[in-house]
């Protein structure tokens, strides 16, 4: 079955700076890579995704880059604020939307 | 309007015990899930419905048990309750057109084994 790695699983930066979360998946036959924001005692909510037949997505201050080859894909934030504080999940998901999730990264942004 | 729900929204009960969780969506979607979610925040797919029909069904000690009676709802039934069980369980929906959509969590069900 799939599995995906994310890295890193906490990241703390400065307001204003950008943060990068990466992961990896396994199943080539994934093709579609949705990102999650859960802040706390809330829900998963759904922030950008990408199919695999496209290569970056941007969407005001985050993108997503996916490289189809090497099984990557990338969540950039840019200009970060602190209500960006969360944690995020990276996901790859098959045809039959049979969803496998990252581990999570706990970001931190400070003010 | 509530797009997924889940109820209730915490559960405290003893081992041994068994106890249901409820979800409904109004979303129109045809498929749904449960995952949970552990202390350390790993979300894992436990079980999911298409139409009724079920379609994932993952490494799941037969305690824990889904229900299905329309596409609109999904029922997890768990017996005698173990400490292990406790966790966030989220129940989700989307569409399956051939091709995988957005999943919508509901909010989640904090369940605590004593």
């Known amino acids: 079955g799939e599995n995906v790695e994310q890295h890193p699983s906490t990241l703390s930066v400065q307001e204003g700076d950008s943060a990068v979360i990466k992961c990896t998946y396994s199943d080539s036959a994934s093709n579609y890579f949705p990102w999650y924001k859960q802040e706390l005692g809330k829900r998963p909510q759904l922030i950008i995704d990408i199919r695999s037949n496209v290569g970056e997505k941007k969407d005001q201050r985050i993108a997503v880059t996916l490289n189809k080859t090497a099984k990557h894909f990338s969540l950039h934030i840019t200009e970060t604020q602190p209500e960006d504080s969360a944690v995020y999940f990276c996901?790859?998901?098959?045809?039959?939307?049979?969803?496998?999730f990252g581990a999570g990264t706990r970001l931190t942004v400070k003010p | 309007d509530t797009a997924v729900s889940q109820t209730p929204k915490y559960l405290v009960t003893q081992m041994g015990n068994d106890k249901s969780i409820k979800c409904e969506q109004n979303?129109?979607?045809?498929?749904m899930y449960w995952y949970k979610q552990d202390s350390k925040k790993f979300l894992k797919i436990m079980f999911s419905y298409n139409n009724k029909e079920l379609i994932i069904n993952e490494t799941v000690p037969n305690r824990f048990s889904p229900k299905s009676p329309d596409k609109a709802h999904l029922n997890l039934h768990i017996n005698s309750l173990e400490l292990g069980d406790s966790a966030v369980y989220f129940c989700a929906s989307s569409f399956r057109q051939g091709v995988p959509y957005e999943q919508y969590f509901g909010p989640g069900t904090r369940l605590t084994v004593t």
């Open positions: 979303l129109g979607h045809d498929t």
């Open positions: 996901a790859a998901s098959l045809k039959n939307n049979d969803m496998r």
